[in-house]
């Protein structure tokens, strides 16, 4: 078997991610909850029979008299006298047929909360399905969920959920058809079986949503239940699945009045204790092996006025509780990690929705659209460089002295959202000939994003705008060589639906970058990955030495298909050369300009075989701005769910030759080979106590292959733990891995620069493993672990022949060349007088191991006791050879450090 780097696997995963038609942000929104109703190609389930339109209803909400325990029995007098509502209608799996349970649900409220009681009946009680997990888990269990727009806008609102075993789910809603997870309420919900079904309490106090000062109020309001064993969903007002909206299609809430919105003040203080215990070389007057911290601060969350929450942290525990995967990236481009932080998590879709409004479906092929605001960035490690040095203490971030966020709705309904953070001047303490001393690593640095959007006429138009600033107070000289002192951007968004129906909507959005730096960082900034303005063919760039600015534009548009079994889904956008927004951002690429179009058709009705089913295909190019094809191709998946609830997904692709003007790292144009690339996922039904998971792909050239295997498999041996273990191989043989470039002005082909090249040989091999453990609603403990072992060997040293090809000399094969395989000298021309280069070994065999222990229990609504113990340990060397023995043995002697962390939260409120 051919074997391929990992990285290569890692990004055309990336790339299937993206041509699999799920919007980033959708997919995010819902992996970790029970998502809204949405119009989803890749998971259209159940049969399409007897669609009802219901038409516009009103849920009727009553005021409590008395005292309201909530405790999942509906034994409270205020139930008997609230109005019951019945009118559930299927959605899964037949679709508009009567519900095969009944279900009543009751709404009532009193000046702090808003209430609700649900019976939901079933003939075989003993057959719910109770399972039990941590908050927003992702279960197969019977549950019941309400839906609230309490700015009654149609677009937005949270959702509440409780399942049968008590997990709660909470959330919010936006841009009518996604939903989010990451928010996290203090709220009440609890549930309990009997002989008749079970039954579900809710309380919702205002403190934790958003509305407007009125006399009397209507909200937008839904409910749904999940029937697991039936795999039957019900609501009182359905998205079709042909179809799109969610949150336009709510009931009216009414029957409220005589309350007040919340100017709740919330204050979570924290105390957080810490003991590190590290493997240290001998002799380092910085670290023993043990290090011990104490900490404390507080966040503090106030509403302003009844439609505007500010969030302040001081002194704030960004500390992530699972680490980051090991990965090995032998690319060009920055790993993207998805942040884990709670501040930051907390409202994340007010920014994080830039470009996308209006249309319930982006599709990309070879496009990554910009992430104008990526919250990892403050915070991050300390990005200065050190002088030489046998000892250093680095710190592991920078500390954020303090941050602010402001949410809400001003001027009737401009939704806007701002951050704020300041973090400090970080040192590192050096030791080196004896002597200690200290550098500056990273500057205080000030962090500001804006972001501001208006809907018109019924949410058929709007306009959005986003700013970002990144201003650092450089003291150090050292510093102004590495670093920009400022970064300004701005973008704008927006979307108009083009029909009556909402079937056909535009939505795009436009950016413009401004940065400034001393000319030396400017210089090294151009000729950096993301630019590469040094390409010698390149005849629409080129590098300024006295620059001290850079400014550069992007944008894009979209026409979108939102209902009907007909899709279809084209995009063009661009990215300017000079384009960058990294200070505060995330782009992987500029100098693009990508297109594509695509198209579906998809059956929700049974066959012979099939419950659902959908394909799809597309076309689409890249050109950088000489006008080089830089990516191109066709594309086809097809996806099924079969009547025993498995879901398979095939999709194939081919690539024509293309120009390549990143492979030789700033150097000249060379060529991409035709490629194909084929794949494949199976899942089994998620209702059995054992669920298994396949996947794989292969992209083949002339002259490389990559791919990669895996297993997915999910044990649940009782209603409250699952054990979940992913094994993956990935494999690569690529015969042009860029190793380095050296000057030699008589290379008079390559423009003075020889670009070296190897065939690269990877194994990879690796794991997850996670243990989720629930004991109540409140306490749980999870476990995750990663082991990775990757070997990758570097053979057949070799040189670009000529600019515009996949031609090389390999040295040592003819040509006049000669290579000493023992020193790693190779001798362009032999005897001649090319000089010879010394190439560096890069042959590597990398293991590690990374893993997270937490027990989190709530103690009380919002408080939280955490217990952590993160265990990490790796290993390389220069050995390119995959032996699984002599790896494992490598780990089980790889340094190895333990971090246990204790924190402590406490919620206050009045």
């Known amino acids: 078997m051919n074997r391929a780097r990992l990285v290569t696997a890692l990004a055309a995963l990336s790339l299937i991610a993206l041509a699999s038609l799920q919007m980033p942000m959708a997919a995010a929104a819902q992996s970790d909850s029970l998502p809204a109703s949405t119009v989803d190609v890749g998971a259209d389930v159940g049969v399409d029979t007897a669609v009802v339109e219901l038409p516009a209803r009103s849920v009727e909400a009553v005021r409590l008299s008395g005292e309201m325990t909530v405790d999942g029995l509906l034994n409270e007098p205020a139930w008997e006298n609230a109005v019951m509502l019945s009118d559930f209608v299927q959605r899964d799996p037949i679709q508009g047929a009567q519900p095969t349970e009944r279900t009543e ?34 279960l197969t269990s019977d549950a019941f969920m309400v839906y609230l727009d309490p700015y009654n806008d149609g677009r937005s609102g949270y959702y509440f959920g409780v399942n049968a075993a008590g997990t709660l789910y909470d959330g919010v809603l936006l841009n009518d058809d ?14 309990s079986i009997d002989s008749e079904g079970w039954m579900v309490e809710l309380r919702i106090p205002y403190s934790q949503i958003r509305f407007y000062q009125q006399d009397r109020y209507v909200w937008g309001v839904n409910f749904k239940r999940e029937i697991a064993r ?106 993207f990690f998805p942040e884990k932080r709670p501040f930051f998590i907390d409202g994340a879709s007010t920014f994080t929705n830039f470009g996308y409004g209006g249309s319930n479906d982006n599709w990309g092929f070879n496009w990554g659209n910009p992430d104008f605001f990526y919250s990892r960035r403050i915070g991050r490690a300390p990005q200065g460089s050190l002088p030489d040095h046998e000892f250093s ?48 690593v990273e500057p205080a640095t000030y962090y500001g994003v ?53 079937t056909w909507v535009i939505n795009g959005w436009s950016g413009v970058s401004h940065l400034r730096a001393n000319e030396t960082q400017m210089l090294s900034l151009q000729q950096s990955s993301m630019h590469y303005f040094q390409r010698p063919d390149a005849g629409h760039v080129e590098v300024d030495s006295s620059a001290t600015t850079m400014t550069g534009w992007a944008g894009r548009v979209a026409l979108n298909k939102q209902r009907g079994r007909v899709m279809l889904n ?62 191109r191709g066709v594309w086809g998946r097809g996806y099924a769910q079969l009547l025993n609830y498995y879901d398979a997904t095939v999709f194939l692709a081919y690539n024509p030759q293309t120009v390549n003007n990143r492979r030789t790292r700033g150097g000249p144009l060379t060529l991409n080979q035709p490629g194909w690339e084929i794949g494949a996922f199976l899942s089994s039904d998620s209702r059995k106590p054992l669920t298994v998971g396949l996947n794989g792909f292969s992209y083949r050239t002339e002259n490389s292959t990559n791919g990669n295997v895996g297993v997915n498999l999910e044990w649940k041996p009782v209603t409250n733990a699952s054990v979940t273990l992913s094994p993956s191989v990935g494999w690569n043989y690529e015969n042009a891995q860029w190793v380095e470039a050296y000057d030699d002005p008589l ?30 609603p409140q306490m749980s403990f999870q476990l995750y672990a990663q082991p990775l072992i990757s070997s990758g060997d570097y053979y057949d040293y070799k040189e670009l022949v000529r600019p515009r090809s996949y031609d090389f000399m390999t040295y040592g094969e003819g040509g006049g060349s000669a290579f000493d395989e023992a020193s790693l000298t190779a001798d362009p021309d032999g005897y001649g007088p090319a000089p010879a280069l010394e190439l560096p070994n890069l042959d590597f065999n990398f293991t590690s191991l990374r893993g997270t222990a937490v027990m989190r229990w709530e103690y009380m609504p919002g408080s939280i006791l955490y217990l952590v113990w993160t265990q990490q340990m790796s290993d390389s060397i ?28 406490y919620w206050l409120s009045r």
């Open 105 to 138: 649900v009751y709404v009532a409220y009193d000046e702090e909360a808003v209430y609700i009681g649900a019976r939901l009946y079933d003939a075989a009680p003993d057959s719910i399905v109770a399972r039990l997990g941590r908050r927003d888990a992702q």
């Open 178 to 191: 996604w939903s989010d997870s990451d928010w996290d309420g203090v709220w009440q919900g609890r549930a």
């Open 230 to 335: 039936k795999n039957e969903v019900d609501y009182i007002v359905y998205t079709p699945r042909e179809e799109s909206g969610f949150v336009s299609r709510f009931w009216d809430l009414s029957g409220v009045s005589g309350i007040t919105p919340s100017r709740q003040i919330e204050l979570t203080p924290y105390v957080i204790s810490k003991a590190a215990f590290t493997d240290q070389p001998s002799g380092n007057p910085f670290d023993d092996g043990s290090d011990y911290g104490f900490d404390l601060g507080a966040d503090v969350k106030m509403g302003l006025t009844s439609n505007l929450t500010l969030n302040a942290t001081v002194n704030p525990d960004f500390g992530q509780v699972e680490v980051d995967p090991a990965v090995i990236n032998l690319s060009d481009n920055e790993t």
């Open 393 to 440: 203490d680095v710190p592991d971030g920078a500390k954020i002295l303090g941050a602010a966020k402001l949410t809400g709705q001003v001027f009737g309904d401009l939704n806007v959202g701002t951050v704020h953070a300041i973090t400090a001047q970080e040192h590192a303490d050096l030791y080196d000939a004896g002597s200690d001393f200290r550098v500056e």
């Open 450 to 502: 804006y972001r501001g959007q208006k809907e018109f006429n019924d949410s058929r138009q709007g306009l959005g705008f986003i700013g970002t600033v990144t201003n650092r107070f450089i003291d150090d000289d050292r510093l102004a060589d590495q670093l920009n002192s400022r970064a300004l951007v701005l973008g704008g968004d927006g979307w108009t639906f083009l029909d009556r129906d909402k």
């Open 570 to 631: 084209t995009a063009v956008g661009t990215i300017s050369p000079s384009f960058d927004i990294n200070d505060l951002g995330f782009i992987w690429r500029t100098d693009v300009t990508n297109g594509h179009f695509g198209f579906g058709y998809r059956w929700p009705d049974p066959t012979q075989f099939t419950r659902s089913a959908n394909l799809i295909g597309a076309v689409f190019q890249s050109l950088d701005y000489d006008g080089n094809s830089i990516w």
């Open 747 to 776: 290379a008079t082909a390559t423009f003075g620069r020889r670009y070296v090249f190897a065939n690269l040989d990877q194994l990879t091999v690796s794991s997850s493993v996670r243990l989720n453990w629930t004991f109540t």
């Open 878 to 905: 220069e050995d390119g050879r995959f032996r699984l023995g002599p790896s494992i043995d490598q780990l089980r002697g790889a340094p190895m450090d333990n971090i246990f962390m204790i924190k402590l939260t």
